[in-house]
Each structure stands twice: as structure tokens, then as C-alpha cells.
């Protein structure tokens, strides 16, 4: 046994490494991220979460959670709030590199990362959810 894919399917794949599909299906693809990138910023503005860097690469979003009302500029609070909502986003302290909590400094407790990658009815129902979290605590 092995772990690859085996004979025929990889015959059928073959068509679909034709260097001139490669580039056509690498064209709509960024185009695709490139329309979610957009619109999740934007939404993103409108509702007072600030992204710092706009990502050039990847599908995520470091979002500053500072400007929102307490305790959502909390990246753990706004995480634990979210599940009620049915949108995960990741804490900014969960990427604080800290081995055996030497350092006392929380750097991105009021940062999470934020996925543009789902389909775009999926970030706007997400981002449905992300509004109606914080009216709740404005």
C-alpha cells in the first residue's frame, strides 16, 4: 500500500496540468481573493476593526480589535462571543510565542486573525454575525 492516488485517477489529472489551464484557473482564482479581500476589509472598516497591514498574500486578516467597545477589544473575548454567533476567528494571543511564560507582555490581546478564504456567501453571513455582535455590546 501506498498513499498516493492511484493509476487512473492520476491519468484523469493529467488534462488539468495543461500549462494554459494552470494559468487561467491561477488567474480567477486570485481574482476570486482578491474580490473577498476587498470586501472583508472594507466591511471590516464600517464596523470599527482596524487592519493595520493589508495581507498581500494568504487569505487572512490581522484585525486591531482595540477601537471596539469593551470587552470585544478583548481577541479572546471576541473569539468566545463570535461562537455564540457562529463565526470562529483565532486570538491574537494564541500566536504569542511564549514558551514557559517567561515574558508578562500580552502583545495581541486586542488582535484576531480573521479567514477571507470561505466562499463569499459565507463571509458575508459571517460578517452579518460579526455586526450583530457588537450592536450587542455597544
Not at 492511484?6 to 494554459?20: D, G, S, V, W, Y
Not at 486573525?113 to 457588537?134: N, Y
Request: charged share 30%; aromatic share 10%.
Amino acid at each position: 500500500m501506498d498513499g498516493g492516488a492511484n493509476n487512473p485517477f492520476q491519468r484523469a489529472a493529467i488534462p488539468l496540468l495543461e500549462p494554459k489551464l494552470v494559468v487561467q484557473e491561477c488567474i480567477a482564482i486570485g481574482q476570486q481573493f482578491r474580490k473577498k479581500r476587498r470586501y472583508m476589509l472594507d466591511r471590516l472598516k464600517t464596523l470599527g476593526i482596524r487592519v493595520e497591514v493589508e495581507p498581500d498574500g494568504a487569505f487572512y486578516l490581522w484585525a486591531n480589535l482595540s477601537s471596539l467597545p469593551k470587552p470585544l477589544n478583548d481577541g479572546m473575548t471576541f473569539f468566545k462571543e463570535g461562537l455564540k454567533e457562529n463565526v470562529i476567528t483565532v486570538p491574537g494571543i494564541f500566536f504569542d510565542v511564549n514558551p514557559e511564560q517567561r515574558r508578562h507582555l500580552r502583545r495581541y490581546e486586542h488582535y484576531c486573525r480573521i479567514s477571507f478564504g470561505p466562499e463569499m456567501e459565507k463571509l458575508e453571513r459571517g460578517l452579518d454575525a460579526i455586526e450583530r455582535l457588537i450592536k450587542r455590546f455597544a
